[in-house]
């Protein structure tokens, strides 16, 4: 029997959460969870549809991006996950899709402003849009750059990525992290929301403005400030 | 047993309706019902998902912000409604959403025009979207503040809260309201359709105008006035 | 039992087939079959939620708005149906619906222009709209002088109502008709997916034209010409 | 018993797939599997409600236009699908519907520009737009000339059928092919969703341009390319 076995579940029931949630067509995404402790993580395998998906076709992977358990191979995007995990302390659940809103703005090559307080119940600034990369970088080991893509990018925006729960690589889309797998998917989710009202305002308003500091102030810190009084005290 | 039990039970059912309505994800929204003899009215408990939630969570608070039964916090905005139960004598049900084409207008700062009859069957007016509130109210007791913020927008635009059961609060979202929970869940899925509406009608034409003040005024009355002929006489 | 019980039943199934479509929200539509040499028709009673319709609801009225058979108050818009019935010999179903994107051209007060051969299937003319009536004639016999409305639209930009199946009510929206209630559906669903296509290439290219005569031609000929090959022969 | 049963049952079943994955309303769709070897193909049968449609009604066809078996009329569209099989060998499936994002870059006269890597995933060119025939063929062979059509595009913009399997027909709509029926209605999926994706991009930023060469190449060759490490090694 498995020793991943709890990890590669709620890998398999993250994933499966995609196609519910309207992120995904066909197999356009993939999700991993990850246990610190062991250094590794599970991802979906490459190119499976999800309803053929099965928990124990997880494949379990450490940081290095050695295969530790598993027939299958993993996600393409597998060196991308292990970098993150391997320089993120703390986050414990990573996400990618293809969802309309965001890739949308990927490919426009925009950071996402912040318009409103359901950006600003979840992180403060604007989600940012990763520059393309180098000819040579592509050409060479692109998953594994894609990873340092994001790490620049928050470098270069000084942004924590504790805060910042998502990026758009631009081109491409988007990438998600958080505590675990669920919460990833659950960034991913927002941002389409988050993304899609972005378009539409600008649409109603092409002079739209970010919303004033102390809103989002207020609106970040009852939700994730010291003295946050949203949600129940157990959540 | 609860002397609320059919309190919470409609509250509870107003919620439920939230989703399948596509008017929220994840836990943005929030509905509650007031019986205005006994001062008191139910809540959605903050943060709890739809899935999960059941009509015995709803707790139940008086009009002074006082927890009266439940064991869990209520809704981060239960101050915005217990100010508005306060001051609008009959309204019993008031509806909070981060709907898309709604919370749009509203990071846009803009009101919705008029521009059609599915707007003139329920309201004359423009729905008014409130401009953002000062900095030190946003500090201050800013749930309060923002039912003061309906109020004054109000009164600035000459609006009866009876006709124009619906506002937009600005960089935030959608607030309405009716004689109960369900009418107003009714008013916020109007809103959100009268909103897509407008939107649409400003891309296909940028120089749309409202109708003309007799369409408005027919419509308006076959439905509310004094002899309104929509429905049945019982309804 | 009911003369009109074969009548009651297809105008009932025809309108809950709008729903289903995504025609309606709540109950802003109303369709109704009609029974040419009996001069009655079935129609929709006003403000009843679908999910309660029921086929022995429906009311039946004759071409002189007197209701013939039913308890309840038939659709506001009854006399619109009655007009047009007596008027247009050959058609036997009326739809009335708010869809979305054929609303928001009529508040835009824009003639749908034919982009392609998805509207070509149907017909060969932009889809009208006809312009807001005078203010006398809106306070007067309202929804008759709407039938009146469509009727002058048709005459001034010279329509045959047998071949375009389908107009905007400026500032309102969208009646459709055809040879029984179910084709009036259908006509409702193809000029929402009509709307949305044209508004989405005015989008793209906001100097797209109209597609040339030869191929409007060709497709309108090969479903509805004399040498017609679309479908099979018994269709 | 059919010596076609097989072929049909194919055919049946991606016609099938068209109004799950929402590509088609009504009968505006027709999909084709073929036998290389026996020279025929099994397409739907002209104007069939998928709701009624069965594997035994589907038509099989010669690729000189005869009808081998079945006693239904063949798709309208039926020669375009001959004419691309006699010409293009390996190509085992057509697909043919009216989705709304691919018409309506149709209708625009638009190619789809590639702006991500959605795109460069299937292939590394604009999804070409053929422009509309001449008057004297649209009156003549229409159908078997919308086949010369595509294929004067593609010798045109020097595009690879083998490589671009999807094109739209100016002011009509998309076709779309693969290795057999499922492939081409695959296909059709996500050119509506690459369609989707470049409209909202260009709505977002009206300057955006194509992504690099690099990285399209980079993408497309890591799911085709000699070298290709996504999916499984069987897939």
């Known amino acids: 029997m498995s020793t991943y076995k709890e990890l590669k579940r709620a890998c398999f029931e993250a994933n499966m959460a995609l196609p519910k949630l309207n992120l995904v067509v066909y197999t356009f995404g993939n999700v991993s969870q990850a246990d610190a ?3 590794v993580f599970a991802i979906k395998p490459s190119g499976i549809p999800y309803e053929e998906l099965k928990a124990e076709d997880m494949v379990v992977v450490d940081f290095e991006n ?3 358990e598993g027939k299958m191979r ?3 995007d597998t060196r991308t996950h292990g970098f993150l995990y391997q320089r993120w302390k ?3 659940g990573i996400c990618h899709t293809h969802s309309t809103y965001a890739v949308s703005w990927a490919q426009a090559l925009r950071d996402i402003p912040i318009f409103g307080t359901t950006h600003a119940d979840h992180n403060t600034r604007a989600i940012p849009c990763a520059p393309p990369m ?3 970088l592509i050409a060479g080991d692109y998953e594994y750059m894609t990873g340092q893509q994001i790490l620049d990018c928050f470098q270069d925006k000084q942004l924590s990525y504790q805060e910042v729960e998502m990026v758009l690589i631009g081109n491409h889309g988007p990438f ?3 505590k675990d797998a669920q919460k990833a998917v659950y960034n991913s989710r927002v941002l389409e ?3 899609r009202m972005a378009y539409l305002t600008l649409q109603i308003n092409p002079d739209a403005r970010p919303l004033k500091a102390s809103l989002i102030q207020k609106h970040y810190d009852r939700k994730h400030g010291a003295g946050a009084y949203y949600g129940q005290e157990s959540c």
Chains 1, 2, 3, 4 share one sequence.
């Open 74 to 76: 993993p996600s393409s």
């Open 134 to 136: 180098a000819d040579d």
């Open 66 to 68: 050695q295969v530790v």
């Open 90 to 92: 703390g986050i414990g």
């Open 193 to 195: 929301e988050i993304a």
């Open 37 to 39: 402790d062991a250094g």
């Open 176 to 178: 998600t992290w958080g």
